[in-house]
């Protein structure tokens, strides 16, 4: 019973351990600032310009004038915030990875049920 528990303590502590990403912090310079900001900006304005962006805020009653007046108004974190948002869509999903991290867990588990001695049994 303990040998289970152990064995399933250490496939999630590997697992967490293997997807967990570290992290780091820095001074940026200004000009990095600036050319992030107009990256930012044009990044936006390419998603806008999407026929299917474009058409769902001429539903929604948006006029491209409105649209550039109000992305004039916001400051430069925002701005940043939506182009991050913008990276993080996925048009067509992400089942692939999915996938793979199930295969992958499955294996993990069967050779760890393998080590410890026991038998899986399927009827």
């Not at 570290?22 to 200004?30: E, F, K, N, W, Y």
């Not at 007046?69 to 913008?86: F, G, P, V």
């Not at 992958?104 to 009827?123: E, F, K, P, Q």
């Given at each position: 019973?303990i ?7 250490l ?5 967490v351990?293997?997807?967990?990403q ?18 930012d ?11 299917i962006?474009s ?20 400051d ?7 182009a ?6 996925k ?19 069967v ?13």
């Amino acid at each position: 019973m303990i040998r289970k528990i152990i064995a399933i303590y250490l496939s999630v502590a590997i697992l967490v351990i293997g997807v967990v990403q570290s992290l780091s912090a820095g001074v940026i310079p200004s000009e990095m600032t600036l050319r992030c900001t107009s990256q930012d900006l044009e990044k936006i304005q390419k998603f806008l310009e999407m026929k299917i962006v474009s058409q769902r805020l001429k539903d929604f009653g948006y006029s491209e004038k409105e649209i550039m007046e109000r992305l004039s108004n916001l400051d430069e974190q925002t701005l940043h915030k939506i182009a991050l948002k913008i990276d993080e869509i996925k048009i067509a999903g992400d089942a692939g990875t999915a996938l793979i991290l199930a295969l992958l867990i499955i294996a993990l588990v069967v050779l760890i049920i393998n080590l410890t001695g026991h038998r899986v049994v399927i009827r």
